[in-house]
């Protein structure tokens, strides 16, 4: 029952950091270009526009993947 009461601090921990990240983000306005990444798939014909953020969800796929990696190397000590 320890372990999951850690388990919870843990993800509650990580979870404020991320929402931390996000308000610093927005903060920032256009400097950062979340959404216009090179890879970022955007196509517009005469009435249909398509929009994928391949660039985009692979940085944000790197960033959990990392904090993910702190965060179970923390719970190992």
Not at 24 to 40: Q, V
Not at 53 to 59: E, V
């Amino acid at each position: 029952m320890e372990e999951v009461g850690k388990l919870l601090i843990y993800v509650g921990v990580f979870l404020a950091i991320v929402g931390a990240l996000v308000i610093g983000i927005s903060k920032f306005g256009n400097s950062i270009p979340i959404g216009k990444l090179p890879g970022d798939i955007y196509i517009k014909k005469e009435n249909v526009v398509f929009y994928f953020p391949l660039g985009t969800s692979i940085l944000i796929s790197l960033i959990f993947s990392f904090l993910t990696f702190v965060l179970f190397l923390l719970m190992r000590k």
